[in-house]
Each structure stands twice: as C-alpha cells, then as structure tokens.
C-alpha cells in the first residue's frame, strides 16, 4: 500500500457502520466525528490536556484529537451520543443529581473517564476519584459536585 | 491548531516500515501518537509521512527474556501497569507511570514510542538509562541492542539509525538488595515534571552500598550525576555540597515553568526525597 494524503477506512461509531469512507490523513478523528454529526465529542486544547474530547476505542478511553481519522480502521468507537445503556443512564442521572453538568463543556469526557472508573469497578476514595478524572479540566470548576457524582456511582455499582 | 499536511502508511508488518522508513529521512514513525500528535497539531513537527506501526502484531509482548524483563514497543503505558509480570519484577514502574500524563493518554501511548521520542522531560528515558536497560533496534541489517546510556545523544536525538525502529527495550531484573526509587516534582499531577529523579540503589537507608542518580527534565537528555552520587554515599546529604556538585555535573536548562537555578534547587531536594523513601 502506497502513502497517501487521503486513506479509505472502515469502522463503527455507536454501532452505526462507515464503510470505506474517504478521511484526509492529517484530520484527527475528533474534527472527523464532529463533521459527521457527533458534536458530543468536545474539542478544547487539541494536545491531549483538556479531556473535553474523550471517546471509547475498542472498550478503552483515549484522547479523540490524538487518535488520527486515519488510524481507526477496522475499530469500535463509542461516543457521548452512545450512552443509551443502563449504567450510563444511572451516571447521567447521578450528574443530574449532583448538579455536576453545570456549562456542559467537559461532561463528554467527565462521563467517558467515569465509564471507565466503573469498568475497572474499583472502590475508590475521593482522593483517587480526583486522580482518575484528574485529565479532565472542568473550567467552571464544579469538581466538587463530579467527585460527588461519581463517588455516588462507585457506591451504586460495587 | 491543525496538523500540517502529510503521507499516511499503514506497515502491515516491520520490514514494510523500515523499507518505507529507509526510503524517506523525513517519515516519522507513529505508534501510539500521545507525544507525536500534540507535536503535530501545535505544528512543532512536520514530516513528509507518518509510517503508523499501531497495527504491526506480535510487538507488545512483556516477558521474562532470561536475566532481562523484555517489554515489546507496542506495550500500552495501560498494559504496562496492569501487567503481573511487571509487577512482580519491577514493581517501581507501575509507581512512575501513575505521573504519565493520564488514563485515557496511557491508554493509548506506547513504551517504545516514549523510549525513541527521548523527551528529556519523560520518565522512561531515565529510566532506561537508571536501569541500564537495553534498546532494541531493528533496521535492514536486522536487529541490533543498543545501551540506554549511549542511545540519547541530545535534545530528542537518539542513536537510531533511519532505517531503524524500536522493536523493545531489555530491562535488567534487580538483584536481591537493588531497588529503583523515583519522585518528581511538577505543577500539575500529569504534567511533565520540572525535575525528576529515578536513582538505582543497593542498600537499605542506612547503610547504601551502591548509589546512581539519573535526573529527567533537568537538561537536554537523562542526566546522570556519578560525582554527585559518589558524594552523597561518602559524606551524606547535605545540601550545599550536592548542590554544588549538581552544577558541575549537569548542564541545567530552564523552561517556561522552571528556570536553571530552581530545576537545581529541586534536583538537589529530590534527591534527599527520593532517599527517603528507602527502607531502613
């Protein structure tokens, strides 16, 4: 296969399939799932610091403006739209609860990183809770209310 | 800000890689592209085509490789931490990559491609050059080893070749008595560090039989303070010698966060923190 400045790729978001779509090469996948409609998926920094653009790749979390358009071939994304289950309900309404979605901004990342916290399903304290989410900038600085939201989903779950 | 233009390959295996790498001075390897992108992105880096190796198989391997823990470049920062190999063996890596960035980044970025960034301010260069580990390069002319201390040469300038890539990295197994303590201190838990310190210790806090100190974030590469250890094991910790000695030894180079004077005063603490948290 030949270097090129466009790749053909195939790949799921949200159990939707895009098969052989045409994705410039330099256009990280974040800027490429916005174009597409799933405007869920925050962009802040564009340099991995923010957390704001946080997706799920094949069960994990990453950064989706780190990730290139170009390299999810074959891969399984899940973004903030894709939160229909029922433990993601549950987080949804225990941010509610919380008041932890204030402008809205970071909550697609908050809610991704939380995903992952519950996955692992370790009791954590709220200092730990700190530290996992510690990728994730909320610039309302309503961390208070997240760690409350998520220490309650922890609870809930384990 | 937007990356430049570029090429995209995707090596379906190594040889296709180091051909396409040998082809082009300017291609650039992407593994996992935790450091690469943000470059990309901010436009501090334009290569003419990133070679992506994420999809090549059989190169995030972690096992014991005889009187070595052999960890393959595509090992995940995340493999890497939950891996009881490591754990068992080296269980001061998992201490050190809980200050690597963070979840979602360690997710995704790859031992090997934090080993060839050699950004002076990441952890694993020193610790590869701590450790004594082995890199291990592959090119046309197949594999060869190359030893930490001599594969970083200056500001993220490393000993390999163009037509060569990262394949793993040999960690020697600590003997019975060794340990490897770290502490950095940085501005934000995940940032880079300002000063850094990983020291290979044989020994227990009060009686330290052998002492190397390899310091990250301070120069232009793992800056490794022989004088100032040798130093330290004969006459203790005091500040003002260490100090000094520190100054002789390393050229420090201030950044936007820390300038050369304060990466020294904080080199000089860390290493009083870092001996601290030997067992007596």
Redesign the interface.
């Known amino acids: 296969m030949a270097a090129n400045n466009s790749v053909n790729i195939s790949f799921t978001v949200n159990g939707e399939r895009f098969n052989n779509v045409n994705v410039p090469t330099r256009q990280h996948l974040a800027d490429y799932l916005r174009s597409q409609g799933f405007t869920g998926t925050h962009l802040g920094c564009e340099q991995g610091a923010c957390g704001a653009c946080t997706i799920e790749m094949d069960g994990k979390a990453v950064r989706s403006c780190l990730v290139l358009a170009s390299q999810v071939n074959g891969t399984n994304l899940k973004t903030v739209e894709g939160f229909d289950d029922e433990m993601m309900e549950k987080v949804k309404q225990n941010f509610l609860k919380h008041n932890a979605f204030q402008c809205g901004f970071c909550s697609p990342g908050m809610l991704m990183t939380t995903k992952e916290i519950l996955l692992n399903k370790k009791k954590l304290t709220r200092d730990e809770i700190r530290s996992e989410i510690s990728g994730n900038y909320c610039r309302c600085t309503g961390y208070q209310s997240i760690v409350d939201a998520i220490e309650e989903c922890i609870n809930e779950i384990n | ?10 090596a ?1 295996n190594l040889q296709d890689a180091i051909k ?1 790498k040998s082809q082009d001075d300017e291609a650039v390897i ?1 593994a996992g ?2 450091s690469l ?2 470059a ?3 436009r501090l880096s334009s290569p003419t ?2 070679i ?1 190796i ?2 090549i198989s059989g190169l995030n391997e972690i096992k014991i490789d005889g009187q070595t823990l052999f960890i393959g470049a595509l090992a995940t920062h ?1 493999d890497v931490m939950n891996n009881k190999i490591v754990k068992d063996n080296m269980p001061c890596m998992i201490d050190i990559f ?1 200050m690597v ?5 360690r ?2 970025g790859t031992h090997g491609g934090s080993i060839a960034y050699g950004d002076p301010a990441a952890e694993l260069p020193a610790l590869a050059v701590a450790t004594n580990a082995e890199i291990i390069v592959s090119g046309q002319n197949g594999e060869r080893s190359i030893n930490a201390k001599e594969f970083y040469l200056g500001l993220f300038e490393t000993a390999i070749n163009q037509d060569e890539i990262v394949v793993g990295i040999k960690y020697p197994l600590l003997k019975q008595g060794q340990k490897i303590v770290f502490d950095e201190v940085c501005r ?3 940032d880079y560090a300002m000063a850094g310190l990983i020291a290979n210790v044989v020994g227990s806090k009060n009686d330290i039989k052998v002492l190397k100190l390899v310091f990250f974030a301070t120069g232009d590469k793992p800056d490794i303070a022989d004088k100032t250890a040798r130093l330290c094991l004969e006459n203790g910790y005091d500040y003002d010698k260490l100090k000094n000695s520190l100054s002789t030894e390393i050229d420090f180079a201030g950044d936007l966060n820390s300038s050369s004077e304060m990466k020294l005063h904080l080199a000089t603490v860390l290493i009083k923190k870092v001996l601290s948290k030997l067992e007596n």
């Open positions: 800000m937007k990356a430049a233009d570029f090429l995209y390959h995707e379906v396409i992407l592209g935790q992108l943000p990309l992105n901010m085509c990133l992506d994420s999809k995340s809980k960035a963070h979840p979602a980044i997710n995704k934000r838990h995940g």
